[in-house]
Protein backbone atom coordinates (compact mmCIF):
# COMPACT_ATOMS: atom_id res chain seq x y z
CA UNK A 1 0.00 0.00 0.00
CA UNK A 2 1.07 3.66 -0.61
CA UNK A 3 -0.23 5.01 2.85
CA UNK A 4 2.52 5.87 4.81
CA UNK A 5 2.30 6.82 8.56
CA UNK A 6 1.64 10.89 8.55
CA UNK A 7 5.80 12.46 9.65
CA UNK A 8 6.20 15.98 10.18
CA UNK A 9 8.65 18.59 10.39
CA UNK A 10 7.57 20.74 12.82
CA UNK A 11 3.73 20.41 11.42
CA UNK A 12 5.23 20.65 7.83
CA UNK A 13 3.94 17.26 6.19
CA UNK A 14 4.39 17.32 2.28
CA UNK A 15 7.46 17.48 0.22
CA UNK A 16 7.43 21.71 -0.96
CA UNK A 17 6.74 22.50 2.59
CA UNK A 18 9.53 20.39 4.44
CA UNK A 19 11.68 22.00 1.56
CA UNK A 20 10.58 25.33 2.45
CA UNK A 21 11.38 24.45 6.11
CA UNK A 22 14.69 23.28 5.26
CA UNK A 23 16.03 25.80 2.65
CA UNK A 24 14.82 28.21 5.99
CA UNK A 25 16.84 26.18 8.23
CA UNK A 26 20.26 26.34 6.28
CA UNK A 27 19.66 30.37 6.03
CA UNK A 28 18.85 30.84 9.40
CA UNK A 29 21.65 31.57 11.16
CA UNK A 30 25.71 31.20 11.25
CA UNK A 31 25.61 28.10 13.21
CA UNK A 32 22.95 24.64 13.11
CA UNK A 33 21.60 24.58 16.88
CA UNK A 34 21.65 21.36 17.98
CA UNK A 35 18.01 21.24 18.72
CA UNK A 36 17.57 21.85 14.87
CA UNK A 37 20.12 19.02 13.87
CA UNK A 38 18.53 16.54 16.35
CA UNK A 39 15.20 17.49 14.71
CA UNK A 40 15.63 17.25 11.46
CA UNK A 41 17.68 13.75 12.25
CA UNK A 42 15.17 12.57 13.63
CA UNK A 43 12.81 13.60 11.14
CA UNK A 44 14.37 11.22 8.82
CA UNK A 45 14.62 8.74 10.90
CA UNK A 46 11.05 8.61 11.13
CA UNK A 47 11.03 9.28 7.56
CA UNK A 48 13.13 5.74 7.19
CA UNK A 49 10.94 4.18 9.80
CA UNK A 50 7.56 4.75 8.54
CA UNK A 51 9.00 2.93 4.91
CA UNK A 52 8.78 6.34 3.23
CA UNK A 53 11.96 6.26 1.60
CA UNK A 54 11.09 8.05 -1.66
CA UNK A 55 10.62 11.42 0.52
CA UNK A 56 14.05 10.72 2.53
CA UNK A 57 15.49 10.11 -0.79
CA UNK A 58 14.30 13.19 -2.36
CA UNK A 59 15.25 15.34 0.36
CA UNK A 60 18.33 13.60 1.36
CA UNK A 61 19.49 14.90 -2.49
CA UNK A 62 18.30 18.23 -2.11
CA UNK A 63 19.76 19.01 1.32
CA UNK A 64 22.98 17.88 -0.48
CA UNK A 65 22.47 19.71 -3.16
CA UNK A 66 22.60 22.41 -0.71
CA UNK A 67 25.71 21.33 1.02
CA UNK A 68 27.84 22.22 -2.67
CA UNK A 69 26.24 26.14 -1.62
CA UNK A 70 27.60 26.12 2.03
CA UNK A 71 31.04 27.95 3.14
CA UNK A 72 30.32 27.40 7.22
CA UNK A 73 32.51 24.17 7.67
CA UNK A 74 29.81 23.73 10.69
CA UNK A 75 26.97 23.28 8.75
CA UNK A 76 28.73 21.20 5.96
CA UNK A 77 29.59 18.96 9.10
CA UNK A 78 25.95 18.73 10.34
CA UNK A 79 24.82 18.02 6.51
CA UNK A 80 27.50 15.29 6.60
CA UNK A 81 26.31 13.56 9.29
CA UNK A 82 22.48 13.23 8.19
Request: net charge negative.
Amino acid sequence: SNHFEEVSLCSAHDLDDVRHLLKEWLAAGSEPQPEDVQLVSDYFIRLVESENLEQAYCLLKFVKRKEANLKNSKWLDCLRNL
